[in-house]
Every structure is written in structure tokens, then in C-alpha cells.
């Protein structure tokens, strides 16, 4: 049985070899030149500044509709409330009016002035 199990074994191990030796041929080494650390690294950062350009184009979108969502929304809302606040006054003019209304209202109904 165990000369059956050393068979198997080398037929394999001669499979796998064959195996081998078919990689390398289909993915041979790079050859080593004097260039290769840089090229290397160069590749490496196209990739990097790839993903970064996506999130800064990305994150440029965002800030130009915040910014026009804004000036819209200032377009609208700000003559409504410049034309409230000129039409409402402060707190003191609405007590003085008041005042006024109160004082102009006994005027009429007594005829004394106070």
C-alpha cells in the first residue's frame, strides 16, 4: 500500500511541477531596471489621486449646490422679511402706538388731554 501512496504522490508532485513551470511561462518576471521603484510608485499614485479626484470633484458639487441653494433661498426669504419687519416695528413701537392709540381714544371720549 505504500509503494501505491508514493506513486500517487510523485505523480502529483510531477503535476504540480508541470503546473509550475506553465506559470511561469504565462506570468514571466518583470526585468529588473534601474526604473522600476519609480515606475512603480508613479503607478501607484495615479490610482491614489484617481479615487481622491472622484471625491474632490464630488465633494466641489456639493459645496457649488449649497452655495446656489442658499443665494436662492436668500433671493426669496429675504424681501418677505425686510417687508415684515418694515411693516411690524419693534416691540417699544408697538407700546407706543398703543400709547398713542390709548391716549387719542380718551381724547375723543373725554376731550382731556393727559
Same mark, same amino acid.
Given at each position: 500500500?505504500?509503494?501505491? +501512496?508514493?506513486? $500517487? &504522490? ?5 503535476r504540480?511541477?508541470?503546473? *509550475?513551470v =506553465?506559470?511561469? @511561462?504565462?506570468?514571466? /518576471?518583470?526585468?529588473?531596471?534601474? /526604473?522600476?521603484?519609480?515606475?512603480? *510608485?508613479?503607478?501607484?499614485? @495615479? ?16 459645496? &457649488? ?16 422679511? @425686510?417687508a ?5 416695528? $419693534?416691540?417699544? /413701537? =408697538?407700546?407706543?402706538? =398703543?400709547?398713542?392709540?390709548? +391716549? ?7 376731550? +382731556?388731554?393727559?
Amino acid at each position: 500500500m505504500d509503494r501505491m +501512496d508514493d506513486k $500517487s &504522490m510523485e505523480g502529483r508532485e510531477g503535476r504540480l511541477d508541470a503546473l *509550475w513551470v =506553465e506559470y511561469r @511561462q504565462a506570468c514571466p /518576471d518583470p526585468d529588473p531596471a534601474p /526604473d522600476f521603484m519609480p515606475n512603480l *510608485w508613479q503607478k501607484i499614485d @495615479q490610482r491614489r489621486t484617481g479615487n481622491a479626484r472622484v471625491f474632490r470633484r464630488l465633494a466641489q458639487i456639493c459645496v &457649488m449646490a449649497t452655495v446656489a441653494l442658499t443665494l436662492l433661498m436668500g433671493a426669496v426669504l429675504i424681501p418677505r422679511i @425686510q417687508a415684515e419687519a418694515f411693516f411690524a416695528g $419693534s416691540y417699544a /413701537d =408697538e407700546l407706543a402706538a =398703543e400709547h398713542i392709540n390709548a +391716549d387719542y381714544t380718551d381724547f375723543l371720549t373725554t376731550g +382731556d388731554l393727559r
